[in-house]
């Protein structure tokens, strides 16, 4: 079953599509709006979607959003839920399915317009994730040139390595990075290894650099037996079934994932679909599990078992996992996330047999590596910048999970388009208040 590509319907058709449609309110201030990071204009692409204006809808998505189609199929729409509470008693606008619709009209035509390039200097992105390309794109619509870097011979960052097909079909982000490619966005993927040196890419002649690399390692909890045999970390796994590589038999193995978000969700559901018996160890409550609850259902429905406060605390075995350890859990105060901090109840522990354990509990960026090329990092690892996204090397810029941790690809996009911003405005010049002049529909 590794790599199927079936994904969820969710049948929105023309009839359905203008019948949501017309339900929306087109508040004043929408709080949709102010509830997406990238501040889309929902109100209006809604409304053109209603009036059957589909293309006009989609070009107000990309004015905003170059990954329509990925986001269409997993963003997890806060902008609904702020239309729920701004919509009392009634149902909110399906805002996602209605932009999925949108943009599955027109996946066999090129989306933006020509650009020309209007300023002398070049911009090296590097990190080819939602949050590079977003400022790509935006610095080329603005009339740069700009070539984006990566470590990885194929191109998307977590969208297109991480996310389960039976999710996110690859043809969706392959549809937004070739739009991106024609605009004028060159690509050099496989061009970094773990040297990457800031100093050689201003040597080239790039007068400003982005970085955007994400957070692709996996966090490790720390426990006796991590070293054993049948033991991963989910991004390797997903990445590994993603790509089609060989994997030992899943098929009626017992599998145990450990964590509460999106990544752990994804680890299971793709091991029930190798034919596994999966159980989900989480240390905290129904209430406090972090990952969507579409993808909560998603897991129980495809018979994913949950084991709920409790936490691993040994794997064991010899030469291979045959057991993990665990203790029961109990809530405490509020920690500094907001969420009731865990406790271990003294004298619970127990074990359950296990055949593979994967750890999902959290993804941190490669801070050695960002150290060692001289950037000031928080105490997470992370890279510090000031309010213009700049960080502490003149000239070089980050967003994206690199910066916040990990975050969604709605949230890595804002980044990214604030960081295309700034790095407009640092070089100074008179400036055309119009970027009508590369489009005809195109704002930021």
């Known amino acids: 079953m590794i790599g199927m590509t079936a994904e969820k319907k969710v049948g929105y058709d023309e009839e359905r599509v203008k019948g949501e449609a ?39 998505i990309l004015e905003r959003l170059p990954f329509p189609a990925t986001c269409g199929r997993v963003c997890p729409h806060p902008c609904e839920d702020a239309c729920e509470d701004a919509c009392a008693h009634h149902d909110p606008i399906p805002i996602r399915g209605i932009k999925k619709f949108l943009v599955d009209q027109f996946m066999d035509v090129d989306w933006y317009p ?35 870097f990566d470590s990885s011979p194929s191109l998307g960052g977590m969208i297109a390595q991480s996310i389960p097909n039976y999710r996110l079909p690859p043809q969706f982000p392959m549809k937004e990075i070739e739009e991106i490619n024609k605009l004028g966005v060159k690509f050099q993927p496989g061009a970094l290894g773990k040297d990457l040196s800031l100093d050689s890419l201003f040597e080239k002649g790039f007068k400003a650099i982005f970085i955007g690399i994400g957070t692709h390692r996996g966090m490790k909890m720390n426990i006796p037996g991590e070293d054993l045999e049948g033991v991963f970390e989910a991004l390797d796994l997903l990445k590994d079934i993603k790509l089609g590589k060989a994997l030992p038999s899943f098929k009626k193995k ?10 752990a969700m994804d680890a299971a559901r793709s091991c029930r679909r190798l034919a596994a018996d999966v159980t989900l160890v989480y240390r905290r409550s129904w209430n406090e599990m972090p990952a969507d609850k579409d993808e909560i259902s998603g897991a129980k429905e495809e018979g994913v078992n949950f084991n709920i406060l409790t936490n691993p605390t040994r794997i064991l075995g010899k030469g291979r996992v045959t057991q ?3 203790i029961r859990m109990e809530l405490g105060a509020p920690d500094a996330s907001g969420r009731r901090r865990p406790v271990p109840i003294e004298g619970s522990e127990f074990t359950i047999p296990a055949d593979f354990f994967i750890e999902a509990v959290g993804e941190v960026a490669e801070s050695d590596t960002l150290r060692s090329i001289g950037l000031e990092l928080s105490p997470r690892g992370l890279i510090k910048v000031n309010d213009n996204m700049m960080t502490s090397m003149e000239g070089v810029f980050a967003a994206g999970d690199v910066v916040s941790g990990p975050r969604t690809v709605i949230e890595a996009v804002a980044g990214g388009a604030k960081a295309a911003e700034s790095i407009d405005e640092y070089f100074p010049r008179a400036k055309s208040p119009a970027l009508a002049m590369h489009s005809p529909w195109y704002t930021i």
């Open 324 to 326: 993990i350890e665990c």
């Open 22 to 60: 017309s339900r929306c309110l087109q508040c004043e201030e929408p709080p949709c709006v102010e509830a997406c990071p990238a501040h889309l204009n929902i109100k209006k692409y809604v409304l053109e979607a209603g009036e059957g204006r589909y293309r006009d809808g989609l070009e107000t």
């Open 254 to 263: 017992r599998v145990i994932v450990v964590g509460g978000g999106n990544v």
């Open 114 to 148: 020509g650009v020309e390039v209007r300023w002398e200097e070049e911009i090296a992105v590097v990190g080819s994730g939602p949050a590079g390309l977003t400022a790509a794109r935006n610095l080329c619509l603005l009339g740069y040139q700009v070539t984006v």
